[in-house]
């Protein structure tokens, strides 16, 4: 064989092993999404059972066109217990309390909710959509096994029975899981949602933004068009790139003794958030302005100069402005590091339970992130599609974010 013929054949050896690794990488990320939207995709879906209930004004003890809030203060657990004694006249109290199991705990939450926004079926009867147990939830959707024995499951027999003849009464239904996206956390996997952490996340990588580009920005058009080489400058540079390349969780400690400890701002708010992340982001912004900076031709900065502009035009009005594109790629790509960081948050206190919706960075939130590791904890079975579904929204913002950053490096980049 001759060494042209060598040389051709480990030319094609080598084109097959890359080939086959970025066939294999692709393999993996495929079966990475697809566990994660199997298990996810019943999470954004709920069971509900449509029930025939009869708002008895007396029950209630309310008066003719009742106010919100008289109906929010209202008990309805005699309204509750009336409706599921006269809806199953045949069976037994310890039977009808088998039954009440099936439902979601807090049903009475949902009936003031449709009374609210529904009065004039004060008096009247009609069918309200109830939200289904988690147990029920997951047997309906097919991701628990209705064969295993009886003691093994938190559903008995009985109850089966009943859950089948509201199947048959098509009375059982999977809809659209609506307060997913509208409600906070919770201890029960059906009333649990990523509001709150999705409101956070936006309030820390919103602070993380204001607060990291800028200051990124200006350093480094100091660093590279200002500054003059020597051991400082060096010495400066050094040192950014070794903040790059320091663990994430180093940075939340950062924010404990500094911003906590001793400034004194609130602990578990966005705002300590987003300036932990804005220390991390900050040396990856920096370094990625720089390299853009220097990869504009310096016959530009030459000609800008030989008609008379100033040093600060030359950057600002034709350096800068071509270096943004390679900018603003770095940036997008270091707050999506941002977004999916647990650590530094874990130190600041923003991995906790908070079922309220904060309405400002100094109001305590919990990032995306944290609400999936939460989730990921809990021994409750519903709380698995629950994460899942956390992940697929996670991953979703992610390959937006990264589309949106290939969309501007070729809407404004320039080529010479």
Not at 87 to 100: A, G, H, L, T
Not at 265 to 280: C, D, E, Y
Request: glycine share 6%.
């Amino acid at each position: 064989m001759t060494n042209l013929a060598k040389r051709k054949k480990a030319e094609l050896r080598f084109r097959f092993y890359g080939i086959f690794s970025v066939f294999l990488s692709l393999l993996f990320v495929a079966i990475l999404i697809f566990n994660i939207c199997s298990s996810g995709i019943g999470g954004f879906y709920k069971t509900i059972f449509l029930t025939s209930i009869h708002f008895d004004q007396k029950l209630l003890n309310l008066e003719d066109n009742a106010s919100e809030e008289q109906i929010r203060n209202a008990s309805f657990r005699k309204l509750i217990k009336n409706s599921f004694d006269e809806s199953f006249k045949d069976y037994s109290k310890d039977e009808i309390k088998q039954i009440k199991k099936l439902f979601y705990r807090k049903i009475d939450i949902e009936l003031k909710n449709f009374l609210i926004n529904n009065p004039e079926f004060l008096n009247k009867t009609t069918k309200v959509e109830l939200t289904a147990s988690t147990h029920i939830d997951q047997i309906h959707k097919g991701n628990f096994d209705r064969t295993v024995q009886e003691k093994h499951r938190k559903v008995n027999n009985f109850q089966l029975e009943i859950y089948d003849k509201f199947v048959e009464d098509q009375k059982v239904k999977k809809v659209w899981n609506s307060t997913y996206f509208t409600s906070g956390d919770s201890r029960d996997p059906e009333a649990a949602g990523v509001a709150s952490s999705v409101k956070g996340s936006v309030f820390t990588i919103l602070i993380c933004f204001l607060l990291s580009f800028p200051i990124a920005i200006f350093a480094s058009i100091y660093l590279q068009e200002f500054a003059k080489a020597g051991k400082i400058t060096d010495l400066i540079e050094i040192n950014i790139n070794n903040l790059a390349a320091v663990p994430s969780i180093i940075f939340g400690l950062l924010g404990l003794g500094i911003l906590l400890n001793f400034f004194g701002l609130p602990r578990s708010t966005a705002l300590v958030g987003g300036i932990v992340l804005s220390f991390m982001t900050l040396p990856t912004i920096i370094v990625a302005c720089r390299s853009s900076l220097r990869a504009v031709p310096p016959s530009i900065r030459e000609a800008a100069l030989a008609l008379g502009a100033t040093k600060n035009q030359v950057v600002f009005h034709h350096v800068l402005p071509l270096a943004m594109p390679g900018t603003l790629t770095g940036t997008i790509i270091g707050l999506a590091r941002a977004i999916g960081e647990t650590a530094p948050l874990l130190m600041i206190g923003m991995v906790a339970f908070i079922m309220d919706i904060p309405s400002n960075p100094l109001e305590p939130a919990v990032g995306m992130p944290a609400q999936i590791y939460l989730w990921s904890e809990s021994s409750e079975r519903g709380f698995i599609e629950k994460t899942s579904s956390a992940i697929i929204l996670l991953l979703m913002f992610l390959i937006v974010v990264n589309f949106v950053s290939v969309y501007f490096r070729k809407k404004y980049e320039k080529k010479w």
